[in-house]
């Protein structure tokens, strides 16, 4: 689906909206996720620790795709809805959705080269339109007390944000209006 055209509560992209897109993470994609996350995000940033020499070693390449497959694209109870982030058909980042009883958890990840150019704005506002299609009452995020960029990311899209040691978790009531 194409990110919601248009302005986005008062805020310009540096990108053109229609640029962007979700789609979702499939087999036939899924390639072209961890090659975007190989040439340009830490492993930290994009998928559960794996043990071992640091950097996307084969194993951790391997726990990539296994991970995906797990969650959402090859079970038949999917923890998740993984979509690709697009930017001119080119495979940027990955963004989620993860029900769990009455509040669904969204997270993205976003190529470095690619941040700070509004590009996570935009998807937050999609995700938490998406999310609002379903049944939960809350939508939940969590981050790092050390992730400025998320913390904004998420206040920006109206959360409430509780720190504690090292943790920021956030909330949005899901049946309110957000910007
Ligand atoms: C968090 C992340 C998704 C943000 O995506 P992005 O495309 O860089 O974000 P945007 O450019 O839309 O910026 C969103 C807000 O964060 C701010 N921001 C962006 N980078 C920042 C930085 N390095 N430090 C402080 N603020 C920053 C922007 O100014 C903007 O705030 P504003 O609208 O009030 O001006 C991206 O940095 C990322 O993928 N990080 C690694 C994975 C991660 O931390 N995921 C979040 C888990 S919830």
């Known amino acids: 689906m194409t990110v919601a055209p248009g302005p986005v509560d008062g805020f310009t992209p540096n990108v053109p909206t229609a640029a962007v897109e ?9 390639t072209e996720l961890l090659d975007a996350a190989v040439a340009d995000a830490d492993p930290a940033d994009v998928m559960p620790a794996v043990s071992g020499p640091p950097d996307w070693t ?5 726990a990539f795709r ?9 079970t038949a109870e999917p923890a998740e809805v993984t979509y ?3 930017l001119d058909d080119r495979v940027i980042g990955a963004a989620r959705l993860q029900p769990s009883a009455d509040s669904v958890e969204m997270g993205i990840w976003i190529g470095r080269s690619h941040r700070g150019r509004g590009i996570g704005r ?10 609002q299609q379903t049944d939960a009452t809350w939508i939940v995020a969590s ?23 090292v943790a920021v978790d956030a909330v ?3 049946r309110r209006p957000h910007s």
């Open 143 to 165: 981050t790092t007390s050390d992730n400025t960029a998320a913390q904004q990311l998420l206040r920006d899209i109206g959360a409430t944000l509780t720190t504690t040691d």
């Open 58 to 62: 084969e194993d951790r390449r391997r």
């Open 122 to 131: 935009l998807v937050a506002a999609e995700l938490l339109a998406l999310a």
């Open 22 to 30: 979700l789609r979702l993470l499939s087999e036939a994609n899924l």
């Open 172 to 174: 949005l009531d899901a």
């Open 66 to 74: 296994d991970f995906h497959r797990a969650r959402s694209i090859a």
């Open 84 to 86: 690709v982030i697009t």
